[in-house]
């Protein structure tokens, strides 16, 4: 009996091995296509890197709406149409990738595309920093310093711009100076 299972477990780790090998490789390919993605749009071949992430997002990768996104905002290698642009980073944002997200929460910050939202640009931002994303913390961060499209809660403000300046965001840290010598009763 004691065998049998030795011998299930052999057997299972090795067809879950297997499966992560297979998983590892569409993910190796996945970054492969997006890093092309890139080097045609940095390079300024647009309709290059259109065809790629019109074809990363007909394959289900639902983040590369992100890049049609950008594509249709900017109007590199179709005509410019912000909607467009707005439903596509919705969709990215919708299939949790951060940087959608927060690119979203920024739109409706500034009503750029779209109609000023601050609270729509906090549950985008609220997204993206769960996500752990470090910008969109440090920009929901600032909303919550400031009591911008929710209350004032420095508490959350410092828990925020703290772990955006620990992932590296310097403009954090200016925000947490302000933050502590608020706490000092200093203006």
Known sequence: MFKKLILSLVILSVLIGAGFGLAYKDDANLAIRIREYHTQYDAGNYEQAYTIATQLVADGHMNAHYFLGLHYESGYA????????????KLAASAEYPLAQAYLGSLYAIGDGVKKDEKRAVYWFEKAAANDYPHAQYLLGKMYKNGTGVPQDTTKARKLLQS??????????????????????LR
């Not at 179709?78 to 980073?89: G, L, N, T």
């Open 164 to 185: 955006a300046s620990e992932q590296g965001i310097l403009a954090a840290d200016a925000d947490l100076a302000k933050l502590a010598a608020l706490d000092m009763g």
């Open 78 to 89: 179709i005509p410019q149409d912000m909607s467009q642009a707005v439903e596509h980073y």
